[in-house]
């Protein structure tokens, strides 16, 4: 049975090593994955809500729909935007993706 087993494989010793040193890798993948990934995301969602309480009137959206209008009404929920001379659209404030500068939309 020599053939399935190498002598040297079979005469080393049974140690199990440090616990800690087994773990360490694990450790170290988990602080790449919170600075490269968790870290950024959460700031993200932070800077995201921020810009949607500060929404006012007058200002000009773009929603995640890829819809550019200017800020018409304002409620808890929901922003009226106008999108062209006379259309208006509700959107949730949630939906607002970025506020663009002032001045985006001509002839509105």
């Known amino acids: ?11 080393a010793p049974a140690g199990q090593g ?3 040193m087994s773990f360490l890798p694990l450790i170290f993948i988990f602080i790449v ?14 800077e995201h809500k921020q810009m949607v309480e500060a929404l006012a009137k007058g200002d000009e959206v773009v929603t995640n729909g890829g819809l550019l209008g200017r800020i018409t009404k304002v409620g808890d929920n929901f922003v009226e935007l106008e999108v062209a001379d006379g259309t208006s659209v509700k959107v949730q404030r949630q939906a607002v993706a970025n506020l663009m500068p002032k001045g985006t939309i001509k002839g509105l």
């Open 33 to 46: 994955f919170y600075f490269l990934l968790i870290r950024p995301q959460s700031k993200k969602a932070k």
């Open 1 to 11: 049975m020599n053939f399935f087993i190498s002598d040297a494989m079979a005469a």
């Open 18 to 20: 440090d616990p800690l």
